[in-house]
């Protein structure tokens, strides 16, 4: 039986902001996700295609990465996280499943090791917010992205970093991007953001 002070505990480490702890990450794979997005839902909303290159930045567990990787049947998924502990865990549940078109780096926190141009999609679940340098990783999303690729910004009801609508479309049109689609309502959203043309 848990103690009031483990439950406090518990508690004290979803509310508190900033970058989520791995000693918490079986909570991000509870079924009750899907009442604010499901993986069938996200996949609708990324529009993938089966040859698809796609960047997953802080995957944690690997919630969403296995039916996107699944998705995937002549692509690749790559995940990045500055955590190797949420990178170890989502590695460990795609290898038990038998998964093999992922690719998983380990990052700094301001820049990537890709290729300019590389990727079709790239996506964050409930994870900007955590970011400490936002702009050094829009930036680089630019840098990555095709020309027709989109970067894709789930928030949901909540996550105490989460970001507002607002706040995140004046963050992207800094940095040359546009709306391209936009899902959900103020508490539960995604917006897909596409580069600027000719920029």
């Known amino acids: 039986m848990k103690t009031n002070k483990t439950i406090n505990e518990t508690i004290k480490g979803f509310a ?37 290159k796609v960047l997953e930045v802080g995957p944690g567990p690997g919630y969403f990465s296995i ?39 380990l990052c700094n926190g301001k820049t990537f090791d890709f290729k300019n141009n590389f990727f079709d999609v790239i996506f964050l679940v409930t994870v900007l917010g955590e970011v400490e340098n936002k702009d050094a990783y829009i930036k680089e999303f630019y840098r990555m992205l095709k020309r027709d690729g989109i970067v894709s910004i789930s928030e949901l009801a909540g996550d105490p970093d989460k970001m507002s609508i607002e706040e995140l479309v004046a963050l992207f049109e800094k940095h040359n991007f546009s709306i391209a689609d936009q899902y959900g309502n103020k508490k539960n959203y995604t917006i897909n953001f596409r580069r600027e043309n000719g920029k």
């Open 16 to 52: 508190t902001k900033g970058v989520f702890p791995p000693k918490w990450a079986f909570t991000l794979l509870i079924p009750f996700r899907n009442i604010f997005l499901s993986a069938k839902e996200l996949i609708k909303r990324l529009e993938l295609k089966e040859n698809y």
């Open 67 to 105: 039916p996107i990787a699944k998705k995937l049947t002549n692509g690749m998924l790559y995940l990045a996280d500055i955590q190797p502990k949420m990178l170890k865990y989502a590695q460990k549940r795609l290898n038990r499943r038998k998964i093999v078109n992922v690719e998983y780096h």
